[in-house]
């Protein structure tokens, strides 16, 4: 049993997560009631679209700390854009979020490739430049409850089948970037670049191009997620997510996504999700301070990079299936760190 946990990491995360949530209620039964539980789910959807974004750059070896700026940022200039054209419908409005978030983060991309930077340094100047922005954009006023647009309200507060639109928008994402890593030649050579940078450009992968793609799709989803944010709080303003992307971080590093490049699935991340959501779900309901989550999401962290770190310098870098898979006939092995 012990080696099976060892070698299915997810597996083992699955049951922590749910070993949580059944401590948290039997303290509190209320925490395990369906309306409960869906309102986590809720809470939980917004996180689950940035990690995705998250995901795509960790696995080549890059970080945005820009991701929750670029939501913030796109947020208001969606809630501007909806006060100045209330005539615009909701898919409109989901596409001018998805196209100016991906403006963003292809800022990201073009400083990165073309002055050779390292994404930290980049990513950390256009985080704070974005807040600067928004400041520029609204003149320093708040876009309260009447000024945002009624689709931008909407969007997030249907339901349909008896989940709430935040959830369904998280799982067509999570669909989405399965099958992006999974069927689409792209999205493996992005896993490849992580594994082995060299050896990914040997063999004729664009590097610059992918990385291109790379943070334009991290920056896409900052501002879908920056549309959804807007519409279920009512508000837009300077400092909204602040702090945000340390959550999307340490929830990509919980569900095992390698930091170093290479190495995490859809399923790993959506664990780390949960992970995070039953934490700051459980919070409140048995009455534990809010500020222990930092505590609680630091420790989580360091556990799960030294967890990370010890399996990657036990199996290597493993970009596609073992040998026998029914998908891959042939592994491709990194380098080992």
Known sequence: MKNFFVR???AALAVI????????????????????????????SILAILVMGQMVVLLTKGIDLSVASNLALTGM???????????????????????????????????????????IVVTLG?????????FVLSKGAWMNDQDIHLSIKALP???????????????????????????RRTGREMYAMGGNLSAAA?????????LMQ????????????GLLWVGRYSIAFTELAAGYELTVIAACVI????????????????????????????????????????????????????????????????ILPPKGSRTQSAPMQGAQP
């Open 77 to 119: 200039f969606c809630a501007v854009v909806g006060k100045a054209f209330p005539g615009l419908n909701a898919v409109e409005l989901v596409l001018i979020a998805l196209a100016f978030g991906a403006l963003l983060g292809a800022l990201n991309g073009v400083l990165i490739t073309a002055f050779d930077l390292p994404p």
């Open 255 to 318: 569900g095992g996504v390698s930091t170093a490049g290479g190495i995490g699935t859809v399923m790993g991340a959506l664990l780390g999700v949960l992970f995070a959501g039953v934490i700051n779900g459980a919070l409140p309901v048995i009455h534990i301070s809010p500020f222990w989550q930092q505590a609680i999401s630091g420790t989580v962290i360091l556990v799960a990079v030294i967890v990370n770190a010890r399996s990657e310098r036990r199996a290597g870098k493993q």
């Open 202 to 210: 040997y063999i004729g992968i664009p590097i610059k191009r992918r």
């Open 17 to 44: 997560v749910v070993a949580m949530a059944l401590i948290v209620g039997l303290r509190a039964p209320v925490f395990l009631t369906t309306g409960n539980l869906l309102d986590v789910l809720n809470d939980s």
């Open 126 to 134: 256009t985080m704070s430049a974005y807040r600067g922005a928004i």
């Open 214 to 225: 790379v943070y334009a799709m991290s920056g896409a989803l900052a501002g879908l997620a």
């Open 8 to 10: 299915n990491r997810e």
């Open 157 to 183: 507060r249907v339901n349909f089948l008896g989940l709430p639109g935040l959830v369904w928008y998280a799982i067509i994402t999570l669909l989405i970037c399965w099958w992006f890593f999974r069927y």
